[in-house]
């Protein structure tokens, strides 16, 4: 129960517990204009003016006074001038005369002026109370919408921070990271053409032409988040991203790991691109961790619809990091590995795989990101080393 509604009825109680100071007066037509007169206060509100005119037979008569004041200050609520005149009139004069309507001319003067007075009490008190209780109504919408309005200030303000945070991370994204990638894919370029034109290493060419070829992909990635960084349109990453399930397959062969891939589309109903690009972010990101963590592992990726068709299951499980294989004396070996030494000894070479993934960076974000594009989605993630050894992660994402 609210407050105004105990307040109301408290009001109501209190006008019918008057009768009590009249019980020994009452005739027929007294106690008809007194049921009247509370048989409408719950029309106050709806109907304020009609019940005001319905309960002022009962100040008329002396019998019941508190009815015509409550229905003047709902009278007063409403807030129109001319029904707040009326309304003050009606209940002044019916204060004012006597019952019955002949003693007026008995009355001494100074009873003239007493009751004068009283009426002015009775009828502007209640218009005072009722043009203030509007007042403060009227206040506290005023308030909540200057509230309102402060609180979209503070969110639109928040928004043109994150904008300008976008921006700026975008102008360091591409001033940065695009050089040095840039530079990457000149210089693979320009070995890759140098051996082909030299008729060199087959493998060196290979080599270089993956390096211009994943350097290629990253800048175009890269322009692709800068462009959604700084449009700030946060579904426009989903088209811009190659992230895919049917590229799951050249993700796992350009890997350089011993991948095995097993990849299921659900054939009922397109996946959602969000569902997509998680699952495409978790196996590269699993993959990356492959290779700095387990280098010489073998890998095995199954992405399969749920049984119930409600989910997308993601897995990534990698054997334990096995050593590089001894490469016979003279022949190159991928990643230069291993190199010949005096007498047939082998001596490993410095940017070999394994020292390599050794040296690549790794901010300790990467399981932490996996979860929270799980949990954003509504699914789940969990990684975790297996029993025998090695390491599994396991998303379940909704369809």
């Given at each position: 129960?609210?407050?105004?509604?105990?307040?109301?009825?408290?009001?109501?109680?209190?006008?019918?517990?008057?009768?009590?100071?009249?019980?020994?007066?009452?005739?027929?037509?007294?106690?008809?204009?007194?049921?009247?007169?509370?048989?409408?206060?719950?029309?106050?509100?709806?109907?304020?003016?009609?019940?005001?005119?319905?309960?002022?037979?009962?100040?008329?008569?002396?019998?019941?006074?508190?009815?015509?004041?409550?229905?003047?200050?709902?009278?007063?609520?409403?807030?129109?001038?001319?029904?707040?005149?009326?309304?003050?009139?009606?209940?002044?004069?019916?204060?004012?005369?006597?019952?019955?309507?002949?003693?007026?001319?008995?009355?001494?003067?100074?009873?003239?002026?007493?009751?004068?007075?009283?009426?002015?009490?009775?009828?502007?008190?209640?218009?005072?109370?009722?043009?203030?209780?509007?007042?403060?109504?009227?206040?506290?919408?005023?308030?909540?919408?200057?509230?309102?309005?402060?609180?979209?200030?503070?969110?639109?303000?928040?928004?043109?921070?994150?904008?300008?945070?976008?921006?700026?991370?975008?102008?360091?994204?591409?001033?940065?990271?695009?050089?040095?990638?840039?530079?990457?894919?000149?210089?693979?370029?320009?070995?890759?053409?140098?051996?082909?034109?030299?008729?060199?290493?087959?493998?060196?060419?290979?080599?270089?032409?993956?390096?211009?070829?994943?350097?290629?992909?990253?800048?175009?990635?890269?322009?692709?988040?800068?462009?959604?960084?700084?449009?700030?349109?946060?579904?426009a990453a989903l088209a811009?991203?190659?992230?895919?399930?049917?590229?799951?397959?050249?993700?796992?062969?350009?890997?350089?790991?011993?991948?095995?891939?097993?990849?299921?589309?659900?054939?009922?109903?397109?996946?959602?691109?969000?569902?997509?690009?998680?699952?495409?972010?978790?196996?590269?990101?699993?993959?990356?961790?492959?290779?700095?963590?387990?280098?010489?592992?073998?890998?095995?990726?199954?992405?399969?619809?749920?049984?119930?068709?409600?989910?997308?299951?993601?897995?990534?499980?990698?054997?334990?990091?096995t050593p590089a294989p001894?490469?016979?004396?003279?022949?190159?070996?991928?990643?230069?590995?291993?190199?010949?030494?005096?007498?047939?000894?082998?001596?490993?070479?410095?940017?070999?795989?394994?020292?390599?993934?050794?040296?690549?960076?790794?901010?300790?974000?990467?399981?932490?990101?996996?979860?929270?594009?799980?949990?954003?989605?509504?699914?789940c993630l969990s990684a975790?080393?297996?029993?025998?050894?090695?390491?599994?992660?396991?998303?379940?994402?909704?369809?």
């Open positions: 129960m609210t407050t105004r509604s105990t307040a109301e009825r408290i009001v109501v109680v209190a006008a019918a517990a008057e009768l009590l100071t009249v019980a020994d007066a009452f005739s027929a037509v007294p106690l008809a204009v007194c049921a009247v007169a509370l048989l409408a206060l719950p029309l106050r509100r709806r109907l304020p003016l009609t019940t005001l005119c319905a309960t002022l037979p009962s100040i008329l008569t002396g019998h019941l006074w508190l009815p015509p004041m409550i229905a003047m200050v709902a009278v007063a609520c409403g807030r129109s001038r001319p029904r707040i005149a009326v309304g003050c009139a009606l209940l002044f004069a019916a204060a004012a005369c006597p019952w019955p309507l002949g003693e007026f001319a008995a009355m001494t003067r100074q009873e003239v002026l007493t009751s004068i007075e009283a009426a002015a009490l009775l009828s502007l008190g209640p218009t005072a109370l009722g043009l203030l209780v509007a007042t403060r109504a009227e206040l506290r919408a005023r308030l909540a919408d200057l509230t309102a309005t402060q609180r979209r200030e503070r969110e639109l303000e928040s928004e043109r921070a994150v904008v300008r945070e976008r921006a700026r991370l975008a102008r360091e994204m591409h001033d940065t990271v695009a050089h040095h990638v840039g530079i990457i894919a000149v210089q693979s370029g320009a070995l890759r053409a140098a051996e082909g034109a030299a008729g060199g290493d087959p493998w060196k060419r290979d080599t270089a032409e993956s390096i211009r070829r994943h350097s290629v992909r990253a800048l175009e990635e890269l322009r692709d988040m800068v462009g959604v960084l700084r449009a700030s349109d946060t579904g811009a991203a190659r992230t895919g399930l049917d590229t799951l397959r050249e993700l796992a062969a350009d890997s350089l790991l011993d991948v095995t891939a097993d990849v299921t589309a659900p054939g009922a109903a397109p996946v959602r691109p969000e569902v997509e690009c998680a699952a495409f972010r978790i196996v590269q990101e699993s993959l990356n961790n492959v290779r700095k963590h387990a280098p010489g592992a073998r890998v095995t990726v199954r992405v399969a619809p749920a049984p119930d068709g409600r989910s997308l299951t993601v897995e990534i499980r990698n054997t334990p990091p001894a490469a016979p004396a003279g022949s190159p070996v991928p990643g230069g590995a291993r190199e010949p030494r005096a007498g047939g000894a082998e001596e490993a070479v410095p940017g070999g795989p394994a020292e390599a993934a050794a040296e690549l960076p790794g901010g300790g974000y990467g399981l932490a990101g996996l979860r929270e594009r799980a949990e954003l989605l509504g699914g975790h080393p297996c029993p025998e050894g090695g390491f599994t992660v396991r998303a379940v994402l909704p369809l």
